[in-house]
């Protein structure tokens, strides 16, 4: 942002009404959520509101026991807050980039780390991969959402879309992986070669292997996942 009397830093700031829906990028890394109901979004996304609008914690049950479960085997899992009542909503991610998504009887993956909210018309699950202890940074955990609604995801930097076919799997890093279409079941792959090359005892050696028909969504950045969520910004 350059120099500005204060009066046109008002004017190149302030906050605009679009007209877009429950969703709107109030800019590219700000999402505003137009509450009439009810959404749910990651826990501390939380940077602003107006209006009357009530935050709880997800309930250890509040999706069921199995959910619960699967929770307690991925880590931390999705850490989600319920925003309920009417009002503006401001949410954030470190700064990441935003990228609202509309489904329509779609299914898609999301990495955990980088959902952002969605509305209660969507159905998600935890999806358990292959435990791979030790040789990834973080708590990979993916979250797989279906139905008809809208959903935000979060990426460092601009998203990239690769498309899958039969003939031409698409290997990615998973610590760059942002989301797939539900249709491709990853699996993990070691290539020693690169493990070799780089000088690395994880990362680049370990590949998600795309096979079938669909798409896989990258960022240009490698994210290492913390529990305390430190990193850098985008």
């Known amino acids: ?3 500005y009397d204060l009066e046109e830093f008002l004017v190149k700031t302030e906050q605009q009404d679009k007209n877009e829906g429950v969703f709107e990028l109030e800019t590219e890394r700000m999402l505003e959520i137009n509450l009439t109901n009810k959404i749910w979004a990651k826990a501390g996304s939380m940077v602003s509101y107006r209006g009357n609008i009530r935050f709880t914690r997800e309930g250890i049950l509040e999706h069921g026991i199995g959910k619960m479960f699967k929770k307690a085997l991925t880590g931390e899992g999705a850490s989600l807050m319920k925003a309920e009542g009417t009002g503006k909503l401001y949410l954030a991610d470190q700064g990441k980039k935003i990228s609202i998504l509309r489904l329509n009887g779609d299914s ?21 991969m292959k435990r791979i202890a030790g040789m990834l940074s973080g708590g990979l955990f993916n979250i797989n959402l279906s139905g008809s609604g809208i959903v935000a995801i979060t990426s460092h930097y601009e998203p990239l879309t690769l498309r899958v076919t039969p003939n031409n799997p698409v290997f990615t890093d998973p610590n760059a ?3 797939w ?5 990853p699996e993990f792959v070691t290539d020693i070669t690169l493990k070799s090359f780089f000088g690395r005892g ?17 960022q240009p950045y490698e994210e290492v996942y913390f529990s ?4 850098n910004n985008s």
């Open 108 to 128: 898609i993956f999301v990495n955990g780390n980088d959902l952002l909210a969605f509305e209660p018309s969507i159905k998600w699950d935890i999806k358990l």
């Open 181 to 185: 279409s539900g249709s491709l079941q």
């Open 202 to 218: 994880s990362g680049e050696s370990i590949q998600m292997k795309f096979s079938g028909e669909g798409f896989v969504v990258i």
């Open 228 to 231: 305390n969520n430190g990193g």
């Open 1 to 3: 942002m350059g120099r």
């Open 177 to 179: 992986t942002v989301a």
